[in-house]
């Protein structure tokens, strides 16, 4: 199989039909070894300081690993991707626009993947047969999911992995579906996280993690649970893996209308409020990356969501520094004392 660059979640089902191998070049940047050592690829070629670590690091991984064709989500993720698709284009790379319809509408969406698959030369008929492929990946997401907040048997950064992992599948989709069964396995056999007891007492909180993956990931889960907190849900990345458990999608273009990250705040938050309770959410953390336009949507979280609301904001640190540990034990500390206060209320 051809690889094949994305720069965000798309509809995979279309690429593999058309015999191309997806690789999530965020995946690649951040699992990089020296992720600065990519960033300084694309500021060696111009890319301004003041320009989103992930774009960068995008441009460098292309560029590093001679990756040839590159599929750009032009509509639904990110502006800066027009202008990182021009100067791939210059660099000789062949790249290859995508753009999610306006509005999660199904046949405005039939009507999108029928085009991508025609640009692939391939056709809706053999992505559906994809589609079947890939729904025992799915299923086993969606129970990792269920471990993590119904089961309390899964972390929050096996949660986050596993689900930002569904975007390329990491690349061997065999692979993906053996380790996560094999993972799965073992956590039917994990001690139940102690949680029910300590959280009678207000001890363990449950946190909902917002907005695009963070930049400084695993450090940020050890550390949330080092303060005796846990995230039971994250959002997007729960998106991307799509997960159908009433079994109501039947067809791709259901699928990807069903898929929020591309939408609007309302879109997304159709999604988010229900989880909330349903989860027993006692704080959100709303992650923005810096230079990001998705940073302002925090003002509508902000209005919308009824729960404690931490703003971390990332850069180019791929470590918490000190003043986001020290925000975190903060935020911690306040959602603690107010579940605390509300048992105490309720008894
Ligand atoms: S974090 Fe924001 S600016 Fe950066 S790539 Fe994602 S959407 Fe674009």
């Known amino acids: 199989m051809t690889t094949i660059g994305i720069t965000t979640t798309v509809p995979t089902e279309v690429l593999l039909a058309a015999g191309y191998q997806p690789v999530d070049l965020n995946n690649l940047f951040i699992s990089d070894p020296d992720p600065e050592r990519l960033v300084d690829i694309a500021e060696r070629a111009g890319f301004p300081i003041n320009c989103c670590t992930w774009i960068k690091g995008i441009y460098g991984v292309v560029m590093d690993q001679g990756i040839d064709?590159?599929?750009c989500v032009t509509s639904g993720d990110c502006s800066n991707t027009i202008m990182l698709m021009e100067v791939l284009k210059l660099k000789g790379r062949n790249v290859i626009p995508f753009a999610y319809p306006a509005h999660p509408d199904v046949s405005q969406m039939q009507y999108t993947l029928e085009s991508l698959a025609q640009t692939l030369n391939t056709t809706l008929d053999a992505a559906e047969e994809a589609r079947i492929k890939l729904?025992?990946?799915?299923?086993?997401?969606h129970e990792l999911d269920e471990l993590t907040w119904r089961g309390n048997v899964v972390s929050g950064w096996e949660n986050h992995f596993w689900l930002v992992s569904s975007s390329d599948f990491m690349v061997d989709i065999d692979e993906y579906e053996r380790q996560l069964d094999q993972l799965i396995t073992e956590c039917h056999d994990r001690e139940e996280r102690g949680e029910r007891q300590e959280r009678?007492?207000?001890?363990i909180l449950r946190l909902a993690y917002i907005?695009?993956?963070?930049i400084?990931?695993?450090?940020?889960?050890?550390?949330?649970e080092s303060q005796g907190a846990r995230v039971v849900f994250n959002e997007i990345q729960r998106q991307f893996a799509m997960p159908n458990p009433d079994n109501s999608q039947n067809s791709l273009a259901e699928q990807y209308s069903s898929y929020t990250y591309p939408y609007s705040l309302s879109d997304r938050l159709n999604d988010i409020l229900p989880q909330l309770p349903y989860r027993r959410v006692d704080g959100v953390i709303h992650y923005v990356q810096a230079f990001c336009h998705r940073g302002i949507g925090d003002?509508?979280?902000?209005?919308h969501i009824d729960l404690p609301i931490l703003t971390l904001e990332g850069n180019n640190d791929y470590l918490l520094t000190q003043h986001l540990k020290t925000r975190i034990e903060a935020f911690t500390d306040i959602v603690r004392r107010r579940a605390q206060a509300s048992l105490v209320s309720r008894r």
């Not at 729904?135 to 997401?141: G, T």
């Not at 009678?200 to 001890?203: A, C, E, R, S, W």
């Open 200 to 203: 009678k007492k207000g001890n």
């Open 211 to 214: 907005g695009v993956p963070p």
């Open 299 to 303: 003002i509508i979280f902000r209005h």
């Open 69 to 71: 064709t590159v599929l």
């Open 216 to 224: 400084f990931a695993r450090d940020l889960y050890d550390f949330v």
């Open 135 to 141: 729904e025992k990946a799915r299923r086993l997401a």
